[in-house]
């Protein structure tokens, strides 16, 4: 470049270049892309090499797989801490022609996403192999057939994640993550797997386990045994495992357990008989929505702080009966809980359906209950006054409604039985109530009045309506609220939920 008087200007300084190493990988780094991170490298040649100490690999559906293994190759970070890829609909053998060397190189996280378009693949499975050195291993693998390593150790693996898979052997599932083959795990996450005829994990690092099935494609194999036995497993999430037959916890450290659908499905059926033995003496949460029956069994666990059940039907036949059953097995496993957690859930349609609501003996001793009520327009008063009259000791309840808005039929019977509308209860302990999603209907404004009478010693009322109503609609209904509560109550609202 040449100035007017014709002297020839100097080139203009690369400062970018100037800056230390890592903060140029760092710039790198911010393009997660690592086919662009080997372009931008060209642009200067201080910037040549750069590409080469990249601690973190990222590849999107548009890299090959041999491009992705000769990148781990030539990598010369002093750890490769994370390597991220993006894949749509691969075959095994693609997969297998990186991942050994990601396994040899890996020390920190893998994660590998595939998105499935055309569908997937009929032949062999993808083999994982084992990650010595890795962290954490998350596999989102779109229905693909996945194998374990039959041999191996996971030393320095604390979190796995895997979804959307077969499984096929020889490896046993539970033989690859128990401890003498990771023993350092700390979290397991199993969603959407079929192929698994028998789960039995040992395992003295686990915190916390998730089993979820999400319903994969196609005719899928009954889940069969699973077994767990854990030293200091902290918290477990069993999430609709398709047909379970059995399950055994045995954990004294374990706090959390959910157990959602995996012996049951929505429409109340069972698989068949499950048999299911919990032995957790430091169990503070369980979730089980699930069947219960005289085969489920819950040893030494006394210290529970919350616990969710299955939803109730309060108005039914049959089938609602016999899901209920699970409901009322499982209140009568436990004496003492602080808090409490289910759904009641009404039928649109309820002509010439039993009110079950009686069925209800007895509920745990509880301070805290968690109520979410499913009314489909009907008046759901009688059997929140059934279950209130039954927890004299609460102190903080909250009341949530589910489901749309509708329209209860004329001359329906969701009001009977009408005594609660005049019986005398007293919640002399309840202190704080949140109500949430409410509409503003009668039926609601009918039991929140009561209520202000129940709860002698109510201090503080929350009143948060659905995100459809208008706000004049609820502030009128507010204002009509605050004309049922007393001086010393603190009513907070109106808010939207």
């Known amino acids: 470049m040449e100035h007017s008087d014709g002297e020839i200007a100097a080139p203009p300084e690369d400062r970018l270049s100037a800056l230390p190493v890592d903060i140029l990988i760092d710039i790198l780094l911010k393009l997660r892309d690592a086919a662009a991170a080997a372009r931008t490298s060209g642009l200067s040649r201080h910037w040549r090499h750069l590409w080469a100490l990249l601690p973190e690999l990222y590849f999107h559906p548009a890299a090959r797989p041999n491009g992705i293994r000769a990148a781990i190759e030539s990598?010369?970070?002093?750890?490769?801490?994370?390597?991220?890829?993006?894949?749509?609909?691969?075959?095994?053998?693609?997969?297998?022609?990186?991942?050994?060397?990601?396994?040899?190189?890996?020390?920190?996280?893998?994660q590998l996403s595939n998105e499935v378009r055309n569908g997937t693949e009929g032949g062999g499975a993808v083999e994982l192999p084992c990650f010595e050195d890795a962290t954490g291993i998350r596999l989102d693998l779109g229905a693909l057939a996945l194998a374990m390593p039959p041999w191996g150790v996971f030393a320095g693996l604390t979190e796995l994640f895997l979804s959307g898979f077969e499984l096929r052997g020889p490896c046993m599932l539970g033989d690859a993550v128990s401890s003498p083959r990771c023993?350092?795990?700390?979290?397991?996450?199993?969603?959407?797997?079929?192929?698994?005829?028998?789960?039995?994990?040992?395992?003295?690092?686990?915190?916390?386990?998730?089993?979820?099935?999400?319903?994969?494609?196609?005719?899928?194999?009954?889940?069969?045994?699973?077994?767990i036995h854990?030293?200091?497993?902290?918290?477990?999430?069993?999430?609709?495992?398709?047909a379970m037959q059995q399950l055994t916890v045995f954990a004294p450290a374990l706090e959390v357990l959910n157990v959602i659908y995996c012996f049951a499905?929505?429409?109340?059926?069972?698989?068949?008989?499950?048999?299911a033995e919990i032995t957790a003496p430091r169990l503070m949460s369980l979730n089980w929505k699930d069947a219960c029956d005289t085969f489920t069994k819950f040893n030494n666990v006394g210290n529970l702080e919350w616990l969710t059940t299955y939803p109730f039907h309060v108005y039914g036949q049959v089938a609602q009966k016999f899901s209920n059953d699970w409901f009322l097995c499982l209140m009568q496993r436990f004496v003492l809980v602080q808090n409490l957690r289910f759904s009641l859930v009404y039928l649109l349609d309820i002509t010439n359906k039993q009110y079950l609501m009686e069925d209800i003996k007895s509920l745990p001793d509880i301070t805290g209950l968690i109520l979410e009520i499913k009314p489909n327009g009907?008046?759901?008063?009688?059997?929140?006054?059934?279950?209130?009259?039954?927890?004299t000791g609460l102190r903080d309840?909250?009341?949530?409604?589910?489901g749309t808005?509708?329209?209860?039929?004329?001359?329906?019977?969701?009001?009977?039985?009408?005594?609660?509308?005049?019986?005398?209860?007293?919640?002399?302990?309840?202190?704080?109530?949140?109500?949430?999603k409410l509409r503003?209907?009668?039926?609601?404004?009918?039991l929140i009045k009561r209520l202000f009478d129940w709860a002698t010693a109510l201090e503080k009322i929350t009143i948060a309506f659905h995100g459809s109503i208008p706000e004049s609609k609820a502030n009128e209904f507010f204002q009509m609220l605050q004309s049922f509560s007393r001086p010393e109550i603190c009513m907070k609202g109106p808010c939207f939920s």
Do not use: Y
């Not at 894949?87 to 991942?99: G, N, Y």
């Not at 503003?440 to 009918?446: N, P, S």
């Open 265 to 275: 499905h929505g429409d109340g059926e069972t698989c068949s008989e499950p048999v």
């Open 378 to 391: 009907h008046s759901f008063g009688a059997s929140v006054f059934h279950v209130l009259r039954m927890c």
């Open 230 to 242: 854990s030293e200091s497993l902290l918290l477990m999430h069993l999430i609709k495992v398709h």
């Open 397 to 402: 309840l909250r009341l949530t409604l589910m």
């Open 75 to 110: 990598n010369e970070a002093l750890a490769l801490r994370r390597l991220e890829v993006e894949v749509i609909d691969p075959t095994h053998e693609s997969l297998a022609d990186w991942l050994p060397t990601a396994a040899d190189r890996l020390s920190g996280d893998l």
């Open 440 to 446: 503003g209907t009668e039926h609601e404004a009918a």
């Open 183 to 227: 023993p350092a795990l700390r979290k397991l996450t199993v969603r959407g797997a079929w192929g698994l005829a028998n789960l039995a994990i040992h395992s003295d690092s686990l915190l916390e386990i998730e089993l979820t099935n999400l319903e994969p494609p196609g005719d899928i194999p009954c889940l069969g045994n699973i077994t």
């Open 405 to 436: 808005q509708t329209a209860c039929p004329s001359g329906c019977v969701c009001d009977q039985p009408p005594n609660w509308k005049t019986q005398e209860l007293t919640l002399s302990c309840l202190q704080e109530v949140t109500i949430s």
